[in-house]
């Protein structure tokens, strides 16, 4: 850790361009160290990220976790040379460590962002999330913590082709995000040659424009060029995002490789390295630092103050539609102020709407934008707030890639998919993991298993089964992961290893995987398992007459136990 | 089913002004029927698919399978009573069947369309998917049927915020397709209430123009306003598509429904719908038909002769990396000229690009898109063409709702995703199912199994296990669905149940629980398994220490062998 005494503050534009080729040679020497990396994705950037960071980015590098700080997300995670080389010009990362660390094993310094980093939001490295996500972080800004600070998004050219991007700029301008300021490092080559619209910046122009935005169209290695744009683009007045194109050459500052193809995710071999180095001037060691936040650090927002809760309560023998106990026990959380909740424009099925008739102020509606959904509830988790994202479940499968990123982000949200058998009880303070022993007794033949919907013909089947004198164990399996091993063992024992598993669902990778996964995984496992799920296409018809169709239903689950039983 | 014969032709306008009355009446009708479906969604867009049914459509209602025929598409196939509407009034269904058939089960009229009627090419129902499906139909029009037919597709206007509606105009626009029409039925009210922009035709206007389409701007409720902008849009001149916005009313024909939230989705009762029906005039039962194709149907285009194959080999011992073998097998399948790919930027890295640079003209750049990836792929398919579309497969789950949906239409697809550990094998002509048993005697004690990456760590334990005395048996299990049952109760039987699976991979769903799945489901099965799989979340490496950390290493496997076996 270099210390941040030495650090030039405010830096003038000469400076700005000195700091420009060092995060160029630092971003060389660090992916040929490492073997691996994007030096020619981060050159590109490095003369808009030394403005940025040298003149606009108002940021404590010693209090990274200052509410008061602006964001810097890295949509284009691939540059992860150029962020690091940055965080060794603020004086956050040794030169060492960044030549030692970069994407090497159990260090922090990843090939991709994560938060493991003080300074990182957001796991970035699949392309079009970061702006989404930058979305999330930026309404809740300007509508929760009520700060001034802003949200940067450096973002690349090829991502630009996602469609989530398109959501998330939609967004922005539809909830007035003047807090937003997306940089486009428009350096014309993706990986495997040109990319779709090249330097075509016109017609990101009338793209970004015709979706809200205010676009500024400048040269990106034009260091008072980017000055003059981030200066009004960080002055938060009207009510538009911000979109700063910058046209940008590949490998920019050394000759061997700029605006060349082939070279995307490669590094320099060493000889190379050494040339491109020379070329660029030799290495520096400047230490930097740009504005701090206007305001002192705040303490946590008002807003998420957190007072008593209470939760709904139900009888026994209530008949409550999960959903709707969703609503209800999501609106008895909005007691507490850190809770927000956002849907997919079905809040009316999800009963999400339950929560935003009653705290509109703290409601987001997503509309039928399901990557934006998942990326906004990541960005309010990232300002420490408790996000429930609800949409109907086969819909919530269209952010899978977002899912997947925000669990390597490891961001605390919570996701509700309505309208699927598999989903967690209502029966409380939500707690996860367990599972219930709803019928047993010293006599158990054979152990009934469901969840959810099933559940309920697991009953009926056992209820049936009795009538034939025929005992049986019924476990509600309610949560999949962690799965209860402990009742499920002591089930299989006690009934000869036989069990019936139901499930509304197709066979791979659900509850009967689990449960013979978790029987067979605790040790040495004599089982006998009837495994009934969704096996063809399922149409359109009664619930019932789907059961039935599916063979999962009561009479298929008596069955199935009367041939194990028998 | 009512014979054609009666049917009137090239209905004039105010033929068609009773057509949308009738399409309004039996939407109305087989919705409360059945109890369930879109009524008012369907009454919205009523007068433009008169007008496009009656007089621009160019489709032999008698020949579906027809080639020349042009292709209509439900982007909001929530609005399938209207579809079903129009097939009873160009007499392919039946009065009876739209009344008794509509939602319930096993008819085919389901409640979202599905290809299981010869009339529909994908299903739909997902929003944000028919539009993308239809670039891709209209992709194999123009570049390889080079055949005049045009794909009109019903977008609703809820559906313009998903992602996937920017990510398909993108390359509609890319590719030129000025055989793509777009209608978008902008009744300004989703499920929950009013869409993001409401009745703003100007900004979606402004972005669809942003995004290379040719606009038309009408009141859908105008018939000579439709008639004139279908009309200019079926030129198939220039090099844009099209996207027709037309000004609608939800619910249009009933005052007591008309333009009010609350009716998403919702049947009417009888007796509403008993006056719904006076208000629209009564029941009708015209026969309309339109024009047919210019051509009379081709035979299968020339693009799609088989010409013989002739496949790569490899000796063994050589070391080809699976992706390389992919490239080159694609490339060999070349040779049949219905063989098409697609690529999602990163060709030189899947090896895609073996079969770009061979045949070009069959291979379409789609960018960093992956659900317009997929859905290019469908949209071939329903064209008669094999498509193989790949990416990184960590990237393909970007696509995974489309790939649920592409699976609901039955489409044959190949989806390809490199950079994973479970992948086809290259031996020859590409089985599916099967295992391969690599090492066996009559002395194993214990069964290693693995797949990709991990089977040669598995060939390594077993090697070290020789060197105990251990001798395991070795399986390559690389075909997870379906799975060699026999081949592993076989190996189960022999080795006492004891068996080792190692998957680079989450323990959940994947190759473990696909072996104790198969297991279990055969019989009684006494097993003991060890079960290495990837339980924590992986970082920056080499390979090997990325091995080691997951604990699936041949070390590993080794000893959870060794244990096994002691």
Known sequence: MVTPAAAKTDIDLKLAGELAQQLRVDSVRSSTSAGSGHPTSSMSAADLLAVLVGRHLRYDWDEPASPANDHLIFSKGHASPLLYSVFKAVGVVSDDELMTGYRRFGSRLEGHPTPVLPWVDVATGSLGQGLPDAVGVALAGKYLDESPFRVWVLCGDSEMAEGSIWEALDKASHYKLSNLIAV???????????????????????????????????????????????????????????VI???????????EVE?????????????????????????????????????????????????????????????????????????????????????????????????????????????????????????????????????????LTRAYDFIRMAAISQASICLVGSHAGVEIGADGAFPVGGAKVLRASDADQVTLIGAGVTLHACLAAADQLKADGISARVIDVYTVKPIDTDTLTAAAAATGGRLVVAEDHHPEGGLGSAVVDALTGAGRADLTVRHLAVSELPGSGTSQELFDAARISAAHIAAAARSLAG
Request: glycine fraction near 10%; avoid cysteine.
């Open 184 to 242: 486009v490092d428009v350096n014309r080559l993706g990986q495997r040659g040109p990319t779709e619209l090249s330097w075509d910046l016109e017609t990101y122009r009338r793209r970004a424009s015709s979706f809200g935005a205010r676009v500024f169209m400048i040269d990106g290695h034009d260091v008072a060029e980017i000055d003059r744009a981030m200066a009004q683009a960080s002055q938060i007045t009207g009510d538009q995002p911000t």
């Open 259 to 395: 605006d060349r193809e082939g070279w995307h995710g490669k590094p320099f071999p060493p000889e190379m390295a050494e040339r491109a180095i020379i070329e660029l001037g030799g290495q520096r060691d400047l230490i930097v630092r740009g504005p701090k936040p206007d305001q002192p650090p705040a303490a946590a927002p008002a807003g998420k103050a957190i007072a008593a809760l209470k939760l709904p309560g139900y009888t026994v023998g209530d008949k409550v539609a999960t959903r709707k106990a969703y609503g209800q026990a999501l609106a008895a959380l909005g007691a507490r102020r850190d809770v927000v909740a956002m849907d997919g424009e079905v809040s009316n099925s999800t009963y999400a709407d339950e929560f935003a008739n009653k705290y509109p102020e703290r409601y987001f509606e997503m509309y039928i934008a399901e990557q934006q959904l998942v990326a906004a509830a990541v960005g309010f988790s990232v300002r420490g707030y408790r996000p429930f994202a609800s949409t109907f479940a086969a819909f």
């Open 245 to 255: 194109l910058a046209r940008t050459i590949k490998g920019r500052g050394f000759s």
